[in-house]
């Protein structure tokens, strides 16, 4: 899988100083119903870092998080209407061409619901594939054309 890049806050204080307090994600929560399968498929097809807890774990990628709900977790607060297993809606970025993307996920057994089509993300126009994780939940890998 392609290498995501994420800069330190401290390459990052200069640009930032005149643009007043910034907000940054650090992480979003998904539920899922079984966590070793889970698990497998958060680190070997999105190439996430298992954070283990005493109960399943959290997957990181660079400086954004995954907390993960699920099997004998009781997280608090809650959202008025939590999230289920298969409720979440994610997007990736890949580094690379979108064909990388798809072979990526042929090679991993994950077929591809819809795409290449063009899509608009955080960094403009770009092209994504959709995939399901095991669950059901609706991921997505966006790429960028190289400027």
Known sequence: MADTQTLPVSDMEDALRGLGPAIHLDHCVIHVSDWARSTAFYRDVLGAEIV????????????????????????????????????????????????????????HGVPVELGPVARNGAAGAGLSVYFRDPDGSLLEFITYPEA
């Open 52 to 107: 283990e807890r005493p109960v399943g774990a959290a997957f990181r990628f660079g400086g954004v998080q995954l907390n993960v709900h699920g099997p004998g977790v009781a997280a608090t607060p809650l959202a008025e209407k939590p999230v289920m297993p298969g409720n979440s809606d994610l997007c990736f970025r890949w580094s690379g061409p979108i064909e990388g993307a798809m072979a990526h996920l042929a090679t």
